[in-house]
């Protein structure tokens, strides 16, 4: 009786007629978001370290005796809260493309995003710049009791260094991005085959 009662519950009951279907995902937003999270993740990652060097400038703010480290003080702190809100806004604004949107339709959101992406990439390497200077000019008034300070050789090597760090880094992370962007185009127009 048992075995006929299991029967007739197999045979009334709910009908996966795909009993894998919950393993099968759609592929392209996946494969979208993972290559997107090559972008995140430094960007949020960098966004934090900016957001603690901000704040430990403002906790340590008391000790900047003049006015001019005060003022490279305030403008550091402005830059390093400016920059990871621009790193934020510029990656959050990409959007997985939904399962049913058209191909055309998608890639057109893309490219839009990819242009208002790499326009805030921009500005965000326009601001290191000044970064780099008023952190160089807030890190001798916290060097300074030390003679280096003083010295010209400080600055050119403080500078030389920043800047060439700066070029080349800037450099090696759009090579990094646009090969992502690529590959999500890529990917956007596989889908369309």
């Not at 075995?3 to 937003?29: C, H, Q, S």
């Not at 949107?101 to 057109?108: G, V, W």
């Not at 242009?115 to 160089?136: G, S």
């Amino acid at each position: 009786m048992e075995i006929d009662d299991l029967k007739r519950a197999w045979a009334t009951g709910p009908v996966n007629k795909e009993p894998y279907a919950y393993m099968r995902t759609d592929p392209v937003p996946n494969r979208f978001k993972s290559v997107l999270n090559r972008i995140r993740i430094p960007e949020l990652v960098g966004s934090a370290i900016c957001l603690l060097g901000a704040a430990w400038i403002v906790w340590q703010f008391e000790t900047l005796e003049t006015s001019l480290l005060q003022a490279a003080g305030i403008a550091t702190t402005s830059l390093l809260i400016a920059l990871p809100a621009l790193s934020v806004l510029s990656v959050l604004q990409f959007q997985v493309p939904h399962a049913g949107e058209p191909y055309t339709i998608a890639l057109q959101i893309f490219l839009q995003q990819h242009k208002t992406f790499r326009r805030l990439q921009r500005v965000n390497l326009f601001l290191c710049y000044p970064l780099l200077v008023a952190t160089v000019v807030l890190l001798s008034g916290y060097f300074q009791s030390r003679s280096t300070v003083v010295s010209p050789f400080f600055w050119t090597l403080a500078f030389s260094l920043g800047y060439l760090f700066l070029l080349f880094s800037s450099r090696q992370v759009s090579r990094r991005y646009n090969r992502s962007l690529r590959e999500i185009e890529s990917l956007l127009q596989e889908v369309s085959r």
